[in-house]
């Protein structure tokens, strides 16, 4: 280990802890006080607690921080991946395959029409699903008459979906095609995907000083619907190396904040060490000041974990 490497490691933060505890034991000033402070800022839970509190680590580490900007938008389908059924006859639908929302492959029988034609019977028109996908809607009913220019199905191939973004005017010149987008789905539990964006939308929202920015997203596991809801973390930027902290991890009000790092030598020890902070994105938080890499630090539970230790609760003493 480097000693004087110009990033210290949590081997540093023990060296440190053992030092000003070893310089208490023979002073009365500072470094008693730091002891005391430490002493006063570290909790220690059961393993019963631990688990109630439902405490998790993560481990603070150096990593690309990209810097992202937040819009809303919702999904759309692509509109080259609509198609529609419709008859080539007149006639009435004397048998119906399908319904809104089954699934359909190319070349699939989805309805039958029996022309106004004279016979005995009357000639039966077979329609076929022209490509695959989902129905969308359907526009007819067992028995219905139809004409030529009735739209009969709409079949929706949502294999890869458009993801439109309400892009603040200001912010669009930062974006180009092929920028990424980390997009949330709140319809969905683990509604988290990628988009490229591939282009702009043709006009300019006046009113509410937004461009439309089209993301592709893929749907393979066909979970996302026109409609649906989503939140854009776009990033335009990005830094190598930046020592980050996820999130949730970051507790206190912004003239106060802290993180709880984990003891690695107390087991279920947290000592809560207050941190400068710098730039954050949807993901991360960037640490200036107060976290070692490698050290861990609570995510879930972190919330909690600040009232554990109020009111005459345990310490190192």
Not at 34 to 62: F, M, P, Q, Y
Not at 248 to 276: C, T, W
Request: charged share 20%; aromatic share 6%; hydrophobic share 45%.
């Amino acid at each position: 280990m480097n000693l004087f490497s110009s990033k210290p490691t949590t081997a540093l933060r023990t060296i440190a802890g053992l030092l000003t505890a070893s310089l208490a034991l023979f002073s009365g000033g500072p470094a008693r006080a730091e002891a005391a402070d430490r002493d006063a800022n570290t909790i220690i839970l059961t393993d019963t607690a631990v688990k109630n509190l439902g405490v998790v680590t993560a481990e603070a580490a150096e990593v690309e921080f990209e810097t992202t900007f937040f819009a809303i938008g919702s999904i759309a389908e692509i509109p080259t991946n609509h198609s529609v059924v419709s008859s080539r006859v007149a006639g009435r639908v004397v048998d119906l395959k399908v319904i809104a929302g089954d699934h359909v492959t190319k070349g699939d029988v989805v309805v039958k029409v029996e022309s106004r034609q004279a016979g005995d019977p009357p000639p039966t028109i077979t329609l076929l699903a022209p490509a695959s996908g989902i129905v969308a809607e359907s526009h007819v009913r067992l028995g219905e008459p139809v004409e030529p220019s009735s739209e009969l199905l709409d079949i929706l191939d949502l294999t890869k979906v458009w993801a439109i973004a309400k892009v603040p005017q200001t912010e669009a010149g930062k974006l180009k095609p092929g920028s990424r987008a980390r997009i949330r789905i709140p319809a969905l539990e683990s509604g988290l995907f990628e988009g490229e964006l591939i282009r702009f939308g043709t006009t300019a929202d006046q009113a509410a000083g937004t461009l439309d920015a089209i993301f592709l997203l893929d749907n393979e596991a066909d979970q996302l619907r026109p409609g649906m809801r989503c939140e854009f973390s776009i990033i335009t930027a990005s830094r190598p190396n930046v020592l980050a902290i996820p999130q949730e991890a970051l507790q206190g009000d912004p003239a106060n904040r802290v993180v709880f790092i984990a003891d690695y030598d107390i087991p279920n020890a947290y000592l809560k060490s207050p941190v400068e902070v710098g730039e954050k994105n949807d993901l991360f938080i960037e640490i200036i000041n107060g976290v070692f890499p490698a050290d861990l630090v609570v995510t879930k539970g972190s919330y909690l974990l600040g009232f554990a230790g109020k009111g005459g609760g345990p310490s190192l003493k």
